[in-house]
Each structure stands twice: as C-alpha cells, then as structure tokens.
C-alpha cells in the first residue's frame, strides 16, 4: 500500500520563450529518498520551487498528498523546502529557529539543538555575520527538525566541507529511520550522496531523461579500455555510449550488466573494466537526452 | 567513494549487502540463531537507504538463510551455515580453479608444474593437508 506523496504531470515552464522545464511528468513514492541530479541550469531549483509553491508553472500539474501547493497552507506546512543560499532577515540563529518552529507543526526542539551542537553554530550570532557554509548548515537544521513530511532539499549544502557533508548525511538516515518521511535532495555531489537515495530523477535541459531505482544502476553500464582489436571483439553487439581513441587504445561505455563470464572474458582480453560511477552515468545520461530510459530498459531486459 | 564502507560500484548494493552477511554466516562471525544487524543497523553502517539494506536481508530470507521473527528482527536460520559452505564448495572449480588454469595457461605453465607448484604453496602454509573443513 503505497502512497504517492509528489506528483507531476506535463509541467512546463517558460522563461522569455525559453523552456526551462518541459513536459516534466513523474512521481514520488510517500517515504522514499529521491536525488534529483542533473547540470547546473538543468531546472533542478526551478522544479522545486514549483513543488514548494513559490513559482507557477506554466503548464502542466503538481499535486503534493493529492492537493496543489500554490497559496495553501495546509499543503505548505506539510512541506519544507531548504534552498541554496536561502536569505534570511536580519537574525539571529536563534530567532530564524523560533520562527520556524511557529510555522511546522512536527518541529523538534531537541533535534534543531542537537543539530546545532553537530554543526558547531552558535545560537547567538547574527545569520548575515555566519559563513557561507554555516548559514547552508542552518537550513539544513531547519529542513530536518521541521520533519515536514515532504522535505524538499535544493543543493542544502554549499560551503559545506567533507566533514560537515557526512555529518549531514549520517544525521538524515538516522532522522529518516526514525521518522520516516518523503525527502527529494537535489545534488551534483550524486557519487556523495548515491547510496543513501532510493530513486534518482535526472533531468537535462528542463527534461527528465531517467527515473530509476539508484540500486538498479550500479553496475548498468561500465568502461571497457585496452587494445582497439581487444575492445571491438569483447563490445561487438552490445550498445555502446562513449567511444574514445588514442593510437592502438581505446575506451568505450557499453550498456548493460555484464557477468561473471563477461568479466572473465575481458580478463582474458587484457581489457579493463571499470563500472560506471553514479555521477558518470548521470553524465552520459543527460548526453544521451530521452534515449537512455530505453536504452537502460532494453539492456536490463 | 570512501564513506560507504567499502563497497564496490559495480554491483547493487543490496546484493553486496546479502553477500557480505552470507560470508559472516559462512565464516561463523554470524551464529546460527544470532540476530542479524537491522535494515536501519545496516543503513547506518554502511550509509546506505535503509529500503536498500532491507532488500539484502529479505533476499537471504528468501533464501531461507535468515528467518523473521516478527517484532524482533530477523535471525540466522539453522543450517544456514552448512548450506553456505556446500554452495561455496560448488563454486570453488569455477571461482579459483578455472581462473587459475586460465593464467596458466597464458603462461605456458603446464599441468604438472602447476600442482607441483599448489603442493610446494600448501607446504609453506597453514594448509590443512586434510581436506575439509574444521568446523
């Protein structure tokens, strides 16, 4: 019995002529962890701020739990939304903490406390005095102790360094476990960020190009490099992404999982195979535009 | 990518985390009856979605390695050790010995030569000579 906590149909929006999202449709299941991954300038922060209700679209549809978000409360307090480089009044930590926990209704002071102590922010200084990776680490405070049962994370963490980032994302499974609710993170940290999402939406030029199960794409592509003759036997009839060349080498993608007896055959070709990272099939993803659903589809078959 | 406790890119997770309890189960590290990790135990370990984890576990459960017991977890089943070590065996031939005559062969390094040299490594270590497994 699964819910549908976002869906989108045919959402379009257009800035000056240009389309910055076009015809994005898909869903998000109620409880799931889903990374929304593409380019800078793909649409990502567009797509969420149409679900978060701060900008329409032009076209197309967004239910949140089965009810538009524009200029609803209920909706809204349903929902965090943590941008990149949110602005905030002239505050301090403190005041900025209150003021949420006025508007969310499942707000937790405990857990913003202790997520101020992990951080390291002071409580008493002023937001336009924090640095830019503090002032990502209060919102990504404010964003978890809403427990807003749709949490919608826009790049919540520049200026954030690796140690902060693991804390982050140790300190969202741990929340999730406990209070399990429907979390979209986009990223372009996606090799970071890979296992702790459940399902991925990549879009590219305001398109989605892949919805999949993150699990299912470990493994679904990889390079091949070595000796030209080497290359071409081990890759004749597989579908192929990416064909590089230089002097007697060359490397190329081939798409599709490939097996114990693959592996052993390359082997015996003197070939390298390296699986394809998240982030690198994310890459190849948005280069291959619409095809790669298919492609991925027909493969895997 | 360091943080997720060494586990490799090119297989699902799920599957590298079903494969790495059956090792501990085959290993003894996991007892027959012992409680296995949780799907959140297992998330926060390896820092992975906890639906990910819970796929591994279900599909040794499947497997009838591991049995639920409902409100409690989920638990070594008995036999499941045995089970494991049977299927490891069958493995062995195409696991280590096939890879093995394969780069022999690359060499040149004939059949002869080759026990002669799997007798000489047996000797310098602590092979039991036997056969089989100490249990």
Not at chain 1, 46 to 51: G, P, Q, S
Not at chain 1, 249 to 265: F, I, K
Request: glycine letters at 8%; a negative charge.
């Amino acid at each position: 019995m699964t819910q549908t906590a976002i869906s989108v149909t045919g959402l379009t929006r257009r800035y000056h002529g240009h389309r910055a999202l076009d015809q994005v449709s898909f869903e998000v299941e109620a409880g799931s962890i889903v990374g929304l991954l593409g380019r800078n300038g793909a649409g990502k922060t567009t797509l969420l701020r149409i679900l978060a209700g701060q900008e329409f679209p032009s076209a197309g549809s967004v239910l949140i739990h089965g009810a538009p978000p524009t200029e609803n409360e209920a909706v809204l307090r349903r929902m965090v939304f943590v941008r990149e480089d949110q602005v905030y009044p002239d505050f301090k930590v403190r005041h900025a903490l209150r003021i949420a926990s006025w508007f969310y209704p499942n707000w937790s002071p405990e857990l913003a406390d202790a997520l101020l102590a992990d951080f390291e922010l002071p409580p008493g200084r002023a937001i336009k005095k924090l640095s830019r990776g503090m002032r990502s680490a209060l919102g990504i405070v404010i964003g978890m102790a809403a427990r807003a049962e749709v949490t919608l994370f826009d790049e919540p963490y520049a200026g954030l360094d690796a140690v902060a980032r693991q804390i982050f994302y140790d300190r969202l499974l741990a929340e999730y476990a406990e209070h399990p609710r429907t979390i979209l993170l986009s990223t372009h940290l996606i090799d970071e960020a890979a296992g702790l999402l459940e399902r991925v939406i990549v879009i590219d030029h305001g398109r989605v190009v892949l919805t999949a199960d993150a699990d299912d794409l470990r493994g679904v592509a990889s390079a091949v490099s070595g000796p030209v003759l080497a290359v071409d036997e081990f890759t004749a009839g597989r579908v192929l992404w990416d064909r590089r060349r230089v002097a007697s080498q060359a490397s190329v993608v081939v798409v599709g999982a490939l097996d114990e007896a693959d592996r052993a055959r390359a082997r015996s070709l003197r070939l390298e195979l390296s699986p394809l990272t998240l982030q690198q099939l994310v890459v190849h993803a948005a280069a291959q535009q619409a095809n790669t659903a298919d492609t991925l589809e027909r493969t895997s078959a | 990518m360091p943080e997720l406790a060494g586990l490799d890119e090119g297989t699902p997770l799920f599957a590298q985390i079903a494969e790495r309890l059956a090792e501990e189960i085959a290993d003894g590290g996991l007892a027959e009856g012992e409680r296995v990790p949780s799907m959140n135990e297992l998330a926060a370990f390896y820092r992975i979605n906890p639906a990910t984890a819970a796929k591994g576990l279900n599909l040794l459960a499947d497997d009838g390695l591991l049995e639920k017991r409902r409100g409690i977890g989920m638990f070594v089943a008995s036999g499941a050790r045995k089970r494991l070590l049977a299927q490891r065996r069958e493995q062995f031939a195409s696991r280590y010995v096939e890879p093995l005559l394969a780069e022999a062969a690359r060499l040149g390094i004939g059949a002869d030569e080759l026990l002669a040299l799997v007798r000489e490594s047996a000797q310098s270590l602590p092979f039991n000579t036997q056969g089989g497994v100490t249990v």
